[in-house]
């Protein structure tokens, strides 16, 4: 039915406690709603997709005549990080969560990582990243020792001034660190580069050298498929380094939400025959896990204003989607993210009899739905949506 698929993922933006949230400590959590509720601005456009008729949210109402398909996803893996996530979408069933260190990394990875590096290490515990280096930063600034910390979600963070450790160091170290972080002993999703700069910790600022190095998928997903097929897997924003760039075909770099739209719309542009495939991070990486609803309000009212940009560049054969991969409610306790239902939008370049479609109980609907639509051979415990655009 559609010769491009293009695939956005609002990164944690959800819509309410999954009926499972209780197992993860996230009973009455609910992303959008709440951000709403402390920040009210207006969405104009993802309302009239039908973004209002998934839940009751503040200021939006259900639209009689919705210009996209809509409904909602809950997810089956045991986990709600990112990689989880995305990898549920692009066919994946997570069955076995990886591990979070609550208490710190053990002793013995961090003496390997010691050796490795050369360098001493401080920190070692859960942290919000920005708080951690006002903490240890000027410390750093004197020492040359690394900052490592955790989250609740499985990664492994080490925090260098770019004056002290230079990019070209600390990338190393994460590649390193990545090889000893493979087997179940010292099992880690993600292991993450988080460059800073700045003289003092009034002023010390992240800046967008960040870079994730990632496990490979357990098993093919939807994009080894696509590519091993011959058609185009455009990853935009963090999606090559969620990937590990398996079943990629170019990778576009992007420093934040506003770039990866900029990055999306040149894409657009391209002739190809596939996915785009975009995730916009800011809303987890720097309102929810900051815990700052005025920021992660204005960052949807940013994407909401962009929608019209992207809608405008949608070829008659073209299909546009809209999801998220977990929640993270700005308003909730703790920095972590929340087990949330997702949204689900869905508008083509052309008119059809858009409204309301099946809910989804998983997130690999979504990647049955491509793999049906490119006719293409991929196994998956998600069910196809396709026969329902219509």
Known sequence: MFNRIHLIVLDSVGTGAQHDAKNFGDEGAHTLKHTLESHPVVLPNMESFGLGCIDTLPGMTCTDSPAAFYSKMSEVSQGKDTMTGHWEIAGLNIEEPFK????????????RIRDVSGRGIVGNKPASGTEIIKEYGEHQMETGDLIVY?????????????????LEELYDICEKVRTMTTEPEFLVGRIIARPYVGDSKENFTRTENRHDYALEPFGPTVLNALENNGNDVIAIGKIDDIFTGSGVTDAVRTKNNEDGMDKLLEVMDRDFNGISFLNLVDFDALYGHRRNPEGYSNALKAFDDRLPEIVAKLREDDLLIITADHGNDPTFTGTDHT????????????DMDYGQIS?????SNVAATIAENFKIEYQTHGKSLLSELK
Do not use: C, W
């Open 150 to 166: 955790t989250s609740n979600d499985p990664v492994l963070q080490i925090a260098a001034h770019e004056e002290i450790i230079p």
């Open 100 to 111: 979070v260190y609550p208490d710190g990394f053990p002793e013995a990875l961090l003496d």
């Open 359 to 363: 809910d989804s109980d998983t997130f």
């Open 339 to 350: 087990r949330e239902n997702v949204p689900l939008l869905m508008k083509a370049g052309r």
